[in-house]
């Protein structure tokens, strides 16, 4: 019996392709102590190719995979290459080279499709749902997990369905369907418990903690995080650890405790980078850019912010990019360079409507205009008010249509028209979100003075501070304050 393969140094890569006498792909690994080649079947390399991947280490097992398949097709051994080529697929996927991940996870759905094997064709299509996903393509993503699903349960493959439900909560939750995602992700770990599957058992637990954190649930959402960093320790699963890392760091940035949101993203950084994982480092990156814009640290939250664009746009991840841009915007706004600002924003409603990202629209349409009235550009803001009040309408955003109304009310009055004084009056006193009545006291003491309008904006502006350690509320009001924001009325 051949035993372990320990690498040596200097380490001879080791040659992949012997047949054995019954047809099936053996693989040689480098020379062990005895100076003679070992090999190994197939199915062994694979396993050896799933571990260095739960741990991280996708170079190595992407090297060994692609070795692996080409010796497989050379043989045409069309079972060996569909595995592997699943496999190529998701350690792409996590690289974040999407376009391979798609053409193997394709490739390898199509030959177990060719060889009557319906397992692993669900698998290949649940993976192309993961990269859907991972680039906001919902629909698409949904498609992939239900039709994995429906084989999982035709087959009666409970650890299948586990993933299956894992996968469509994690869906679910990117759309702020709350309920749904944790039927899910209790589905899946009620499944995973009963298979003895650890890994999605981590992976149910740490999902339900991201809808407790969306929530405000924090202390239920630090046990699941904490529950999820033992398994995952355990299980030597370091991208489930970068992924809780920056989870943290959302955690305490939420709850306005942003050196500590910040010591968690850097972490984040730093794991990611350690394993080349691609999505993890832009989400932690784009963070603690935001983190950084909260501190008032604009040097700083530009550059991590580039970065996240960056990022975002070489994984075409379309919603990272709208948000960097959008964030970009904020920060070239606060300084009061609005050309750049407009610039910024311009380009992330852009990216928003050609990727079809129908709920982060209005919310840009509305910063749009919002600049737009602080740069004196207030005549063009108005069809961009009008276009997002209505698509906050479709999209049932509540808070989006308070704002859309908020600053159709603060141009007509900026326009001259001092009935609409009325109608801030009315958001400013009314029920709400307090930075929707605080623009209200804003545009109010802008055009209109007032020591009432002035004090109510101070109030809210501290509370706000208070909530979110966001200095740009009290960069603005010194703004307010020192006349600086005073708008003439024609």
Known sequence: MPGPCHPAKPRKRGAIGKRSCKGSLWAECPQGPGGAPSYFPAPVILR???????????????????????????????????????????ILRFKGAYDGSLEFLSRSADLFRSLADGGGMARSIGAMGGVHGERGDYRKAIDCFTRRKEWAEEAGDKLEQGISWGNLGVMYAEQKMFDSALDCYGRQRALAEECGDLMGVSMAVGNTGNIHLYRGEYGQAVECFQAQRCLATRLGDKRSLCALACNLGLLYKRQARLEEARTFFEEGIRLSREIGYSRALSVSTGNLGTVHQLLGHWALARDFLGSHLNLSRELGDMQGMASALANLSRVHAVQDDFGRSLEAIGQAVAVARDSGLADLLPVLLNMQAEILLDACGWQRAGPIVEEAARLAVERKSGEQQGISAMLAAALRLRGGDLSAAGELERIASGDTCEQTRLGACFWLYRCLGGARHLDEARRLTECLYSKTGDVEFRVNLEKLESGKLHACLP
């Open 48 to 90: 050896k190719v799933d571990i260095l991947s739960n741990s991280g280490r996708w170079d190595e097992a992407e090297d060994i995979g692609r070795r692996m398949l080409e010796r497989a097709r050379d043989l045409r051994l069309d079972a060996a290459a569909a595995e592997c080529g699943f496999r190529l697929g998701e």
